[in-house]
């Protein structure tokens, strides 16, 4: 059975630091490019980070220099390193395949940026 779970999400100062991390189940991980979504209150769910299978990494320019993806194929997950978070950054980070599989979605973990 496929599953994803994300979590490591909390409630950070602006200027703070994350780690969020994913772990898929059941899924061919190795063989897809994967990433990070978010969606932030009222909004669109959006990518902002991938990595291919290659190890290539992509990031959307609000998170550019600031967050960091990384991929383990061996133990099926994925992380997403955050600094300097600001308000922006707000909202429910998911991960999924690139292009996404509309049966990979989580249930997403919070991330919230508020002193």
């Known amino acids: 059975q496929e599953q994803v779970v994300e979590s490591g999400g909390d409630l950070v100062q602006p200027g703070g630091s994350l780690r969020l991390s994913c772990a898929a189940s059941g899924v061919d991980f190795g063989v897809r490019n994967m990433g990070w979504y978010r969606q932030a209150p009222g909004e669109y769910r959006v990518a902002i980070a991938s990595v291919s299978t290659t190890g290539n990494k992509e990031y959307a320019d609000s998170v550019k220099g600031r967050f960091t993806i990384s991929r383990d194929d061996a133990k099926k997950m994925l992380y997403l390193e955050m600094q300097s978070l600001n308000p922006d950054d707000k909202g429910v980070y998911y991960c999924?395949?690139?292009?996404?599989?509309?049966?990979?979605w989580g249930q997403g973990t919070q991330v919230t940026v508020s002193s």
């Open positions: 999924n395949a690139v292009p996404f599989f509309s049966r990979y």
